[in-house]
T-cell receptor
Framework: DVKVTQSSRYLVKRTGEKVFLECVQD?????MFWYRQDPGLGLRLIYF???????EKGDIPEGYSVSREKKERFSLILESASTNQTSMYLC????????????FGPGTRLTVT | GENVEQHPSTLSVQEGDSAVIKCTYS??????FPWYKQELGKRPQLIID?????GEKKDQRIAVTLNKTAKHFSLHITETQPEDSAVYFC???????????FGAGTRLFVKA
């Protein structure tokens, strides 16, 4: 059974703070993804990674960066948090032979005040 | 840009009735169409998917249909139960690609 975990379920940060969201998967998946989920907008892709140290921008990368130093771990970084980054953040992973079959983590609800 | 439209945004049915959620997509290159179910406070989970070489797929009470010509695909849930209440997301992508586009979601309420 695929397990994707995220470091926090709820997080409250202040405007301007640097925020780290961590995601770990235990299925040796090559691909990892970060989405944000907002009501009425579905899931929007922020960044993805297809290998260690490799990263690609998704549809809404502005204000975010990512890091993938190990295969199982994919971090999302908000360099200077802003109130419009208040959202639910979902991490996902998938294997190379089924890239689009993504397995999601439980999500981190981030509030920036 | 490419997008996926999903309707309705909210659907309320009586237990035992059927529910249908419809999606349209714009990218002709899409060939993989997964559906995710997200219960309140939980992660989205893949419940069924269909590939473009298939027109219909069934798994117990859920079925998906695909019309590639019209770029439509639908989720059908028969004999609905209260535990079917959740948000359902459709998505379109390609099996080897990284950018899966999600619909905005349908909140399904099944009334006992």
């Amino acid at each position: 059974d695929v397990k994707v975990t995220q470091s926090s379920r709820y997080l409250v940060k202040r405007t301007g703070e640097k925020v780290f969201l961590e995601c770990v998967q235990d299925m040796d998946h090559e691909n990892m993804f970060w989405y944000r989920q907002d009501p009425g907008l579905g899931l929007r892709l922020i960044y993805f990674s297809y290998d260690v140290k490799m990263k690609e921008k998704g549809d809404i990368p502005e204000g975010y960066s990512v890091s993938r130093e190990k295969k199982e771990r994919f971090s999302l970084i908000l360099e200077s948090a802003s109130t419009n980054q208040t959202s639910m953040y979902l991490c996902a992973s998938s294997p190379n032979d089924r890239v689009s079959e993504q397995y999601f983590g439980p999500g981190t609800r981030l509030t920036v005040t | 840009g490419e997008n996926v439209e999903q309707h309705p945004s909210t659907l309320s049915v009586q237990e035992g009735d059927s529910a249908v959620i419809k999606c349209t997509y714009s990218d002709s290159a899409s060939n993989y169409f997964p559906w995710y179910k997200q219960e309140l406070g939980k992660r989205p989970q893949l419940i069924i998917d269909i590939r473009s070489n298939v027109g219909e797929k069934k798994d117990q009470r859920i079925a998906v249909t695909l019309n590639k010509t019209a770029k439509h695909f639908s989720l059908h849930i028969t004999e609905t139960q209260p535990e079917d209440s959740a948000v359902y997301f459709c998505a379109a992508g390609d099996t080897g690609g990284f950018k899966t586009i999600f619909g905005a979601g349908t909140r399904l309420f099944v009334k006992a």
